[in-house]
């Protein structure tokens, strides 16, 4: 059975960077698409970034483009997210999760979250 765990989250001035990590055991994380998802308070979780484990291919949300870098290491089974340049509409809670497709629905097997707060 899959496991993910996030780490990484806190609290960042507008502007500032933050790295989140998705650490994964039972599995490896090679044979999964892992999606990380952002939800703001009252609003649905929506895909963030994606990453597929076969191919190393991303994709990423509009919102995020440019700003935001997913990555795989295969040797620590870890999925990370470099956020840069963040804004308060960046502010939730930030899940990662592993399935066949980049979408929530797609997520078979999901962390526990980790929050992300961008204010002043």
């Known amino acids: 059975q899959l496991q993910l765990e996030e780490s990484g989250g806190g609290l960042v001035q507008p502007g500032g960077s933050l790295e989140l990590s998705c650490a994964a055991s039972?599995?490896?994380?090679?044979?999964?698409?892992i999606g990380w998802f952002g939800q703001a308070p009252g609003k649905e979780r929506e895909v963030v970034s994606c990453?597929?484990?076969?191919?190393?291919?991303?994709r990423y949300a509009d919102s995020v483009q440019g700003r935001f870098t997913v990555s795989m290491d295969n040797a620590l089974n870890t999925v990370s997210l470099q956020m840069s340049g963040l804004k308060p509409e960046d502010t939730g809670v930030y899940y990662c999760a592993a399935g066949d497709g980049c979408a929530a629905a797609s997520g078979q097997y999901w962390g526990q979250g980790t929050q992300v707060t961008v204010s002043s």
């Open positions: 990453i597929n484990g076969a191919d190393g291919g991303t």
């Open positions: 039972g599995a490896p994380l090679r044979y999964y698409v």
